[in-house]
């Protein structure tokens, strides 16, 4: 895990030029939906939809890989997170989502990732526990990763950011 960079930034998963994927908060059918998967969607245009349609359904915590069409990336990540309170026990079906997306990332040899935060929007998990879970889980895995070298927590609010800055700053 050698210059591995771990960085949160403020902004728009759909407006990440410079890394190789960017991860989808998808749905089960992996249709284009609101939030970040909207974002992505509207972003990287109708091929990207027809690319999904061989891929779904996917269950919680599972990660697909699609190209990135119009997109400013090389691919997309497509990860389903657990509804919060229902999709159970939601913690490791969450940081799943986060391993299966780098393992994915790592075997096809790219070098950078952007996630969202995942599963706390419609999913309603709490920011302060994803921040952790996503944190824990990320450096956990870079350990067995050989072609990362950026990951990128991209948030939506400067809350979020908050949130995900501490996380990074107790489990570094
Ligand atoms: N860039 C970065 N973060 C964003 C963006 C964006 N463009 N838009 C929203 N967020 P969500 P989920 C934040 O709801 O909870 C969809 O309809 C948002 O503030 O996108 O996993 C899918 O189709 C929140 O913090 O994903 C699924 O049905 C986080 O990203 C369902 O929602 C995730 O919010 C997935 O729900």
Redesign the pocket.
């Known amino acids: 895990m050698t210059d591995v960079e771990i960085e949160c930034v403020r902004?728009?998963?759909?407006s990440q030029p410079d890394v190789d994927a960017v991860v989808n908060?998808?749905?089960a059918d992996l249709?284009?939906?609101?939030?970040?998967?909207?974002?992505i969607h509207s972003t990287a245009g109708p091929g990207l939809n027809r690319e999904c349609r061989g891929l779904a359904p996917i269950r919680p915590g599972q990660a697909v890989i699609t190209s990135g069409h119009d997109l400013p990336n090389s691919h997309v990540i497509h990860c389903l997170?657990p509804v919060y309170g229902v999709d159970e026990p939601s913690e490791p079906l969450l940081a799943d989502c986060y391993r299966n997306a780098l393992l994915l990332a790592d075997q096809r040899g790219l070098s950078s990732v952007a996630f969202?935060?995942?599963?706390?929007?419609?999913?309603?998990?709490p920011?302060h526990e994803a921040a952790r879970v996503a944190v824990q889980t990320v450096m956990g895995t870079l350990v067995r990763l050989t072609s990362i070298r950026l990951v990128r927590f991209?948030?939506?609010?400067e809350q979020?950011l908050a949130e995900f800055q501490q996380a990074l700053r107790r489990f570094s």
């Open positions: 902004g728009n998963i759909a908060a998808a749905n249709l284009p939906g609101s939030g970040v998967a909207g974002a997170g969202p935060a995942i599963s706390t929007g419609v999913f309603g998990y920011i991209v948030l939506f609010s979020d």
